[in-house]
Every structure is written in C-alpha cells, then in structure tokens.
C-alpha cells in the first residue's frame, strides 16, 4: 500500500520546490488614484426665490377631460401660485380621470365653464378635441381668456388637435445637449430669451424633457447652437416656449414646473412670471357670461319698493357664486351693479340710451323687431369705467320676479337679441 502513497507525495513536493523558487512575494497591482477635480458632478443649482403678489379675481380651468397624462401634484406648483394670486381652481371633468366624459357631456360642460373661465390650461390631452371643441375654445381665446397648452415628448398626448388652431405645433421629437447639460444631455440649459413679462428676470433655466415647437414669430425661450433635435435637422435654434398674440402660452416641458425641479437655477421665477402673465389677462364679456363679468363685490338696487322681493333673490343668486352681494337703495358709481326697475323709469335711461335701446309705447332695440312693454322684461348688460351695470326691466314686479327666474335658469341664454340684450315677450300675449 505504501507504493501507492509514493506518486501524491512526490507532486507535493515537486509543487512546493516550484513555489520557493519562483514566488517573490503577493502581487499588488498600480492603482491610479481617481482626481476628485476632474469628475463632473451634477450641476442642480437650487435658487432661493420669494415673491410677493398682487390679488386678483378669476377662475382657472384644468382640462382633465380628454385622458390628460398627468397627475394633478405635478400641476401643484403652478396652481398654487395661480391661487397666491387670488383665482379659483376649477375643473373640466373629473379630478381622478376614472369616470370619462362621454363626448357629448364634455362639449357641453366645456361651454358652461368657459363662461366663468378666465384661464384654460390643457396638458397632455390624449383623446383629441373634436372640431366643436376647438371652436368653444377659439371663441373663449377671441374674448381675451388666457390659454395654456403644455407637452412633454415623454408621454402621449394629442396637444396638436387644439394647438394648430392657433398656430401651434408641437414637434414630434426631443432636444438634447452633449456639450453642456445638467447632469443628462436632454436636460437643457435654457439662456436665450426674447424680452417678455414671461421672460422677465430670467438668468439661465433648465427643462428636462423637451420638444421643439414650431410657430411663427413668437417665440419667447430658445436653445443655444449646440441644442439638437431628434428628428428636426437644419434649424440653428429651436423654440421650447412660445406666446401669440391672441394669449395662448405653449410650453415643451411639464417637468421643470414640478417639485423639486422647480427650484432648479430660474425655474421658479419662470413658473412665477406664467402665473402673473395668465392671470392679468382682460377677458371680455357678454350677457350670456352672467354673472362672471362681476367682480368680487356686487350691490344690487331695487328702483321700486315693491321689487325688494326680487332684488333680494338676486342678491341671493350672486351670493351662491361666492360673490359679496349687498342691497342698495341707491346705485354707487364705482360699484358692480345689478339695477331692478320698471320700465318708463328714469334711472336707467342713459345706460339704455348708450344701447340704442328706447321704450316708449314698445320697446325698441336695433336688433329685434319692437315689443309692446306689456308681459316683456328685459335684460341689457352695460360696461362702463372700471364697473359692469346689469340692467333688469319689467312692466310689472310679476313680470320682474319672472325675469329674475329667467336670469336664474339661464333661458335667457335662448332669448339673445345681441351680445348683451335678452328680450322675452309672455306667450299668448299680444305681440303688437
């Protein structure tokens, strides 16, 4: 057996010789030290920002109604600082995006709140807006509401489908930087404006996932010669936020407006300057608008004893819509003012006048045939310096409390004579 022990030993031995000869001790290989001041880190410069603000009044609107691709904190940023600035917030569809609009109720819930809207912000739609839509949104553009469109190459959307009616397109591509960036070639640095309110005290801004957009002359943010396009060749510069004449703001980015990249380098000075910018606008207004074309404090006035009743349903009327309504005996000329009376009286004569509208036997208007005043009520918007007069006429306190239930209902809405006249002649009663 101790042959077989003989061949194991003599390798053991044979392996042992060869390690003293040749081992000279353990390997430690040359490893260079990594110069902390060459790596790059990123470059997130957090500003510090304060503002103070001035209060207005207004509704802003939030299309949540066509499948928007975001979620409602990633807008927080701006609406609260659209609210600092004294606006309501309101909504287009549901706020959790889970019970759809069918078409038809979208449609009609847009033109109901376009009424009270001051501002319509769209981000991210991904159902299209059908050519009706597009045309509510267009008469709400022409009468100076704001509009806010937003995209983001990163998520789906169908932004196109409202913002080529304006002018607008937002490209199919993404923007990138390789030579200078934060911290990702499609983060871009941002340092050509074009003078604006919107551009106002910017230094030097960031977005994170932008496209480029394609309008004419109104460009207000640009990229440096060194900002490319995925898909668009041969332009020295592109625009990543744009403003037309008519108010309608696009942007390239919804990123650079949420927390925490809002507090990247201007950001929130950005973010600050499209909160004042869509919230200074001068909307104009029609009858058809009741009652937003009021500000916060409204008096009303009965011209008669017997028309308190309906007065004071007004004033209630106007109360519901957060309004501070109060009963008058007599009309404050600096005030918002809703004006209850029976025709043939004075008072009113010169706003009417102002309207080309007279009563005398009938009541005569440059857009309607004439009435007789018996079992007619009239409505007639008026705009003077600095304060809206709404003008409530009967031939009867009957005939003004039913004019108060028409103003309540919205049928006089059906009853237009012009922009800013409603008629109504009683059925059945002889039409002269």
Same mark, same amino acid.
């Given at each position: 057996m101790w042959r077989l022990l003989v061949v194991p030993v003599a390798a053991v031995v044979l392996l042992m010789s060869l390690l003293l000869v040749f081992y000279e001790g353990r390997y430690v290989g040359q490893v260079e030290v990594p110069q902390t001041a060459d790596i790059r880190l990123p470059s997130f410069v957090v500003a510090e920002f304060a503002e103070a603000v001035e209060q207005r009044w207004g509704t802003f609107l939030v299309d949540v109604a066509h499948g928007n691709d975001f979620e409602e904190p990633e807008l927080g940023v701006l609406l609260a600082r659209v609210a600092d600035r004294g606006y309501k917030i309101d909504y287009l569809g549901e706020r959790d995006h889970r019970w759809p609009l069918r078409p038809e109720e979208r449609l009609a819930q847009l033109e109901e709140k376009l009424r009270f809207a001051d501002v319509l912000a769209v981000a991210l739609p991904v159902t299209p807006y059908s050519p009706a839509e597009v045309q509510l949104i267009k008469t709400f553009v022409n009468k100076g509401g704001r509009l806010l469109l937003v995209g983001d190459p990163t998520r789906r959307h169908a932004i196109n489908s409202l913002a080529t009616a304006f002018g607008i397109l937002f490209?199919?591509? &993404?923007?990138?930087?390789? !030579?200078?960036?934060?911290?990702?070639?499609?983060?871009? #640095?941002?340092? !050509? #404006? $074009?003078q604006h309110p919107i551009t106002e005290d910017l230094k030097k801004v960031v977005f994170y996932a932008a496209s480029s957009i394609e309008v004419t002359g109104g460009g207000l943010i640009f990229t440096d010669l060194n900002t490319f396009s995925s898909t668009v060749e041969g332009r020295g510069s592109f625009i990543t936020l744009a403003e037309t004449p008519t108010g309608v703001v696009a942007i390239s980015d919804l990123t650079f407006m949420t927390e925490p990249y809002n507090s990247a380098w201007s950001n929130d000075q950005l973010v600050s300057n499209i909160a004042d910018y869509l919230t200074l606008g001068q909307r104009s207004f029609h009858l058809s608008d009741f009652p937003h074309f009021f500000g916060q404090k409204v008096d009303v006035v009965a011209g008669q004893d017997s028309l308190l009743g309906s007065a004071t349903e007004v004033r209630n009327l106007l109360l519901e819509t957060g309004r501070e309504a109060e009963l008058q005996r007599e009309e404050d000329f600096s005030q918002d003012t809703v004006f209850l009376d029976l025709f043939g009286s004075e008072r009113v004569d010169h706003y009417l006048a102002e309207g080309h509208i007279r009563i005398k036997a009938e009541i005569e208007t440059p857009f309607? =045939? @004439?009435? @007789?005043?018996?079992?007619? &009520?009239? +409505? &007639? +918007?008026?705009?003077? =310096?600095? $304060? %809206? !007069? +709404?003008?409530? +006429?009967?031939?009867?306190?009957?005939? !003004? $409390?039913?004019?108060?239930? %028409?103003?309540?209902?919205?049928? #006089? $809405?059906g009853d237009l004579v012009s922009d800013n006249a409603a008629l109504y002649h009683l059925p059945g009663s002889p039409a002269g």
């Open positions: 490209e199919d591509d &993404y923007l990138y930087n390789v !030579v200078e960036h934060e911290s990702n070639y499609q983060n871009i #640095f941002l340092t !050509v #404006f $074009r309607a =045939p @004439p009435l @007789p005043i018996k079992n007619s &009520y009239l +409505l &007639y +918007l008026h705009q003077a =310096p600095g $304060r %809206w !007069v +709404l003008i409530l +006429l009967g031939d009867s306190p009957e005939t !003004v $409390r039913n004019a108060v239930a %028409w103003l309540r209902s919205g049928d #006089f $809405r």
